[in-house]
């Protein structure tokens, strides 16, 4: 008899009644999911703490650099049309390494091209990788959650925090050792990929069929507009903490380049440890609370962030922004997969197309704002997506 899974939370009602791998193969998949979870985070990290380099290389004001996210963000969004379908074609199994491939090889040219000519092309389609990406490990995850009855989309996020403490840390490292930001992008890039691609060998072989038709592609409407209106809000702000954290700490508060990468990690670490405790507060406390609490937490912590312009009150901020969105996307992604008639890839791109614009927004909103007035001002926009998020979580997460 094997042992179950130590970080598997029981869900309150929730049956097994779905044909299932046996446990083996299902504790098998929860640790490449991890896994996979874990390197799409350290890209992220890498990407986060080297805007930067990116900034630096091609010589952009706050406007242009805002152009660049643009492009990254459209390609998400862009992705989020075909992923359902290319997903509900070829599987999970072998769309994750497709993607983990073409991101990785991004990854490791951003610092190569010869211009803006080439780069916003190549951002478009690094972008539309993690897209496709992030939606097959999320498909993934809710199938497992739903064959073993177990909460742990909140455990497989903390793996992407993880991850993107563990690429920001790394990043500031190796920019003390004097490593060059082209080597190290290509080196993480390139290692990324081929961590992917061998941890999706452990995935499951196919996903539970039912008896009623699934659309692999939904027009965000109804509870999975709410839905995804609130995930615009949350990956809003997780967004722009993710683009603009650093250059802020570096910028505004004159923090080095190598210790303002450390609040990147701070901020990831804290929504790491927040989100591998949410599938026990998930299984014991009402949804809505955990999503509206987060929020205003968020929200007054960030508040005091861009009031203070301390270092070290940054750096505790940023843990406390990260603690408040870390169930936000775990809970809202789990709710879209259980609205009836479409399949779990076509549930989480619908609402992603909606959150991912979140992503699309927010670079060029913050470079906007920080052009006109300051960085320290268009960080402000986190608070407003946090406070919005927190005013509309009811609705969504009833129980």
């Known amino acids: 008899m094997t042992n179950p899974d130590p970080i598997a939370v029981p869900l309150p009602g929730c049956t097994t009644d779905d044909p299932a791998p046996g446990a083996r193969a299902l504790r098998r998949a929860r640790w490449a999911t991890r896994g996979l979870f ?16 990116v900034q630096a290389k091609y010589q952009l004001d706050p406007a242009m650099l805002s152009t660049v996210l643009l492009a990254a963000a459209c390609g998400a969004l862009l992705s989020l049309f075909f992923a359902g379908r290319l997903i509900g074609r070829i599987g999970v199994r072998r769309a994750a390494p497709l993607a983990a491939l073409v991101m990785g090889s991004m990854l490791a040219l951003a610092l190569t091209w010869p211009g803006l000519a080439l780069l916003l092309p190549a951002m478009v389609v690094f972008g539309a990788a993690m897209s496709l990406f992030d939606v097959a490990i999320n ?12 909460a742990v989309m909140s455990n497989l996020h903390g793996m992407f925090s993880v991850g993107g403490m563990a690429g920001a840390a790394l990043v500031a490292a190796l920019l003390r050792a004097g490593v060059a930001p082209l080597a190290q ?7 990324v990929a081929a961590l992917a691609v061998a941890a999706s060998r452990g995935m499951l072989d196919a996903h539970p069929h039912d008896d009623e038709p699934k659309a692999h592609f939904a027009w965000p409407r109804g509870l999975l507009l709410l839905i995804g209106l609130l995930i615009f809000a949350g990956m809003t702000a997780e967004g722009v903490m993710y683009d603009w954290c650093v250059l802020y700490l570096k910028q505004e508060v ?8 450390l609040g990147y990690a701070t901020f990831s670490a804290a929504m790491a440890l927040a989100r591998f405790g949410a599938d026990a507060l998930r299984a014991r406390y009402p949804e809505r609370w955990l999503l509206s609490g987060g929020a205003l937490l968020s929200a007054l912590a960030m508040a005091v962030v861009l009031l203070s312009g301390h270092p070290g009150v940054s750096l505790v901020g940023y843990a406390l922004v990260g603690a408040g969105l870390a169930p936000v996307v775990p809970i809202l992604y789990n709710a879209a997969t259980k609205v009836p008639g479409t399949s779990r890839a076509a549930a989480i791109a619908s609402v992603s197309s909606i959150g991912y614009a979140g992503f699309m927004i927010g670079p060029p909103l913050i470079g906007s704002i920080a052009q006109v007035a300051s960085l320290t001002a ?3 926009v986190v608070v407003v997506a ?6 509309g979580a009811r609705r969504a997460a009833p129980n």
């Open 378 to 380: 268009a960080m402000a």
């Open 386 to 391: 946090a406070v919005l998020l927190a005013l």
């Open 185 to 191: 992008l290509a080196g993480i890039g390139l290692f």
């Open 254 to 261: 004159g923090m080095p380049q190598a210790q303002a990468a």
């Open 139 to 150: 498909a993934e995850g809710t199938a497992l959650e739903s064959l073993s009855g177990r």
């Open 38 to 53: 874990a390197s799409l985070g350290v890209l992220a990290g890498a990407w986060g703490a080297h805007i930067p380099s």
